[in-house]
């Protein structure tokens, strides 16, 4: 008799874990009713269920409202919201090395900074102990999390080409052909190399340190 009284709470277990949430907590009810006479001790010691969850799911019946999981405030909050401190930090730090998407198509922001960089920032500046730290990996996350992106920062563009460009060009030919057609005239070709110092510039062309 007690082999089959067994099977039987085998099976209500069984069943009680295909279920999830708010039916899961009514099933648990309605057997610890029927099978336990509401005993909420007995529905735990005798099928192993909580018995927060047995007072929860009696409370629902009895109450005909269900209970909403908060799942969004399960878990250990992240490293740079459980104390905003640390992510003023972390700006304080990286923004000076930081520019916007030269393209303006994203909200994102790059730094030279690399991860290790910003913990040796951090404690050095900031005065964190290494205990208050996370690892490299974590802060990787984090910065990029705080929509920051490793990248080296380029000071400027290079002009490869100006608007005026293909009017040099034209006049150089138109010489070369006068020249060409001169019998009296000697034409020497001479490779020169000039610096053009426009382009947009980050920080005005200066370094960040």
Not at 17 to 30: D, K, M, Q, V
Not at 123 to 149: C, G, T, V
Request: with cysteine; charged share 30%; hydrophobic share 35%.
């Amino acid at each position: 008799m007690d082999a089959i009284l067994e099977k039987y709470d085998v099976l209500v277990c069984s069943a009680a874990r295909r279920l999830t949430g708010a039916e899961h907590r009514s099933f648990i009810a309605e057997a610890t009713l029927t099978l336990c006479d509401g005993n909420v001790r007995r529905a735990e010691r005798q099928f192993g269920w909580g018995r927060q969850t047995v007072q929860k799911g009696l409370h629902e019946r009895r109450s005909g409202l269900c209970c909403v999981e908060n799942f969004v405030a399960r878990g250990r909050p992240r490293w740079e919201v459980e104390n905003p401190q640390r992510a003023a930090d972390i700006r304080d730090i990286v923004e000076p090395r930081t520019q916007a998407d030269p393209e303006l198509k994203s909200a994102r922001r790059y730094t030279n900074l690399s991860a290790a960089e910003v913990l040796a920032a951090l404690r050095q500046q900031k005065h964190y102990s290494a205990a208050d730290l996370p690892s490299e990996r974590s802060m990787r996350d984090i910065l990029n999390r705080m929509n920051y992106r490793l990248k080296r920062i380029q000071k400027g563009q290079p002009l490869k080409k100006t608007k005026d460009t293909d009017a040099i060009f034209a006049n150089v030919q138109a010489v070369h052909e006068q020249a060409r057609l001169d019998p009296a005239t000697l034409e020497i070709s001479v490779d020169t190399k000039a610096k053009v110092s426009l382009g947009e510039y980050s920080r005005g062309g200066k370094k960040p340190d």
